[in-house]
């Protein structure tokens, strides 16, 4: 082979460009366990997005690929032990009493509200975030119900002796109208 050919074979192979991988693709090789992890790890997607150098949009189309229907359910899980998480969190932050208090420079006990304040503000922000992962577990209860005295539903209770005759006459033809029997 000639020193033009052995030049010209090298700069083929030299213009290879590695073939770029879709965001899909490399969400595919990176796998839905490792995201899962992740998240319920305590992190979240736009931290993913930062690390792996995707756009949490990307990862959103991923997840609700109709060709792999348990990757959501299985982010929506991974969120729900992030929930759990904070939650663990939480009793740590209100459990930890090591910075509340600190010594003046007269030698008493003083309490730093500051820290106390900033403890509170993390488990409020905690709490906050887990109800909105995981709104069955730690969102708000809303119940719908009555009272024992005044139900939702049902029939009123009219009590007819206070009526005349002629209130009772009408009472019982709007009744029977109601009922369709009139």
Known sequence: MSAAASKKSKSKSADKVPAVKSPRERLDEIGIEALCAFIADGNS???????FDFCPATVDLWLENPAHPDRASQYARARERRADKLVEQ??????DGRNDTYIDENGKKKTD???VARSRLRVDSRKWF???LYPKMYGDRQVIAGDPDAPLGGS???????LSDAELQAYLALQRKLEGKA
């Open 45 to 51: 997607l736009n931290e993913f997005g930062r690390k």
């Open 90 to 95: 939480i009793i740590e932050i209100a459990d």
């Open 113 to 115: 509200f500051d820290v």
């Open 130 to 132: 887990a109800s909105k």
């Open 156 to 162: 009123a209770k009219i009590d007819l002796s206070a």
